[in-house]
């Protein structure tokens, strides 16, 4: 398939599961079409562009491994993605990578994955939450902050600011979201 008949194909994504499945399942079976995923999702104006942010998590959710290849790209585009459903898609991506890197510890992850990375998810990451951003975001912003926090000393302060600067005026799920936090912080600095 072609760039264009990809692109194209990416119009009869919704948010269905069932259509994000199908397209993620197209592109396992075909790993070359990632870089068009990745195409579409750099055309951050495209109203496409997060249907191809949506099939790209479903992939990541499936075989994060797809993704390794690209990760200099992929990092290095989540300050552009604007759209607020292309940001939930990525950010739940950093946190796929995150969990792989530092819960899992998957090999492969701990290979790929190199500190500019890294720098990139935190600073992602920290613009997600001082801006206005859906809780979906923030929840899965606030867990890759909380692993990226181990490898750099201020983040894990930097991040407890920002929750207890929000956490009064926040949703029920944010707040939630920042009390499973504020523990894991606890727990991570009483075993250090």
Known sequence: MTSQAFYQSLNYVNHSREKRKHYSQLVIANPDYLVYLLDTIEAVKDPISCRAAWVLEFVCKSDLSLLFPHLDRFSALLPLVEQDAAIRPVAKICEYLCLSYYKVQLPLT????????????????????????????????????????TDYDWVHPELLRIMDDNYASSSAAYKARCRHIFAAIKKYRANR
């Open 110 to 149: 701990r290979q790929v994955v190199q500190p500019t990375h890294k720098e990139q998810w935190v600073t992602a990451g920290f613009d997600w939450l001082i801006t206005d951003q859906k809780v979906a975001v923030k929840a899965y912003t606030l867990t890759s902050l909380f692993y990226l926090g």
